[in-house]
């Protein structure tokens, strides 16, 4: 097999897949934080990097009959959402073409720089961490 081509996003705060950490999306590219998923809360976003496409498959959301695939972490092959592939209903024709992910199955991470301080940090699922303690924690669950 060849290799994993697996891109990463610049910014200040990043979705990865909880599974494997790889970058997912960027905040910038959300559409909508308003949409239920299989496993709760879910976000439209215009574009999202290292997914892999499920087949293709019509699915009945409580928006309406669409033409949908499966979203895979590229990676790890975690389910993260899915991608709208056509829209039947004329009000739902703005998604097509965007995904969605699901925050149960993302985590948001980032790098954050205090200005009154030089101190850089994680901000890791909510809580700002010193960089010490996130990078020790990378460490022992790379063993």
Known sequence: MGRLF????SGPRIFKCKSCKVDSASPDHIVSKAFQGRFGRAYLFRS???VSLGPRE???LVSGLHTVNDIYCSSCQQLLGWRYEKAYEESQKYKEGMYILEKERMLKAGIITSRSTSDHCHFVLGYLLPLEVTEKAQLTTKR
Not at 6 to 9: A, D, P, Q, T
């Open 6 to 9: 697996i891109e990463s996003l």
């Open 48 to 50: 999202v990097v290292n």
């Open 58 to 60: 019509e699915r009945l």
